[in-house]
């Protein structure tokens, strides 16, 4: 398959997950082979209010790939987020809690976490550690 001209692409990581959005020229045969690449519902799945398709981010390779045959290295957007969550709002975030949180949830969010998230568990090292550092950094400004 040849790159489309005109069209675009933006991957956005969202805790353990990714967004992909794309759009312009080409649009039905960029859907399709999407789907077939990542067919499970766990693997791909849309979401309306953010207007993204949403996959698990072991699969940032296999994106990359698709999207470099499907898009123009320029037409491609990638946000990366930062290494270490160093404020805390991104840290509940990452554990998905609100920031009136005790630390006792904090805990038992990064042991629910790790146990979906875990390289054992078919999850990715760089998740467990965004995990870990997010508990960490919570954990700090608590005093625990």
């Given at each position: 398959m040849a790159t489309i001209d005109g069209?675009?692409?933006e991957?956005?990581?969202a805790g353990p997950r990714l967004l992909v959005r794309w759009g312009g020229e080409g649009f039905d045969q960029?859907?399709?082979d999407f789907r077939r690449r990542f067919p499970r519902h766990r693997d791909?799945?849309?979401s309306p209010e953010r207007r993204a398709w949403s996959v698990p981010r072991e699969y940032l390779r296999r994106l990359e790939a698709w999207a470099a045959m499907?898009?123009?290295d320029e037409a491609t957007t990638w946000e990366r987020q930062a290494a270490a969550p160093t404020v805390p709002a991104t840290a509940y975030q990452v554990l998905c809690l609100t920031p009136d949180a005790p630390s006792e949830l904090v805990e038992a969010a990064r042991r629910i976490?790790?146990?979906r998230y875990h390289p054992d568990a078919g999850g990715t090292d760089e998740a467990m550690a965004a995990i870990n550092r997010a508990a960490?950094?919570?954990l700090a400004a608590a005093g625990r």
């Open positions: 069209a675009w692409a991957v956005e990581e960029v859907k399709a791909a799945i849309y499907w898009f123009d976490l790790a146990k960490d950094v919570l």
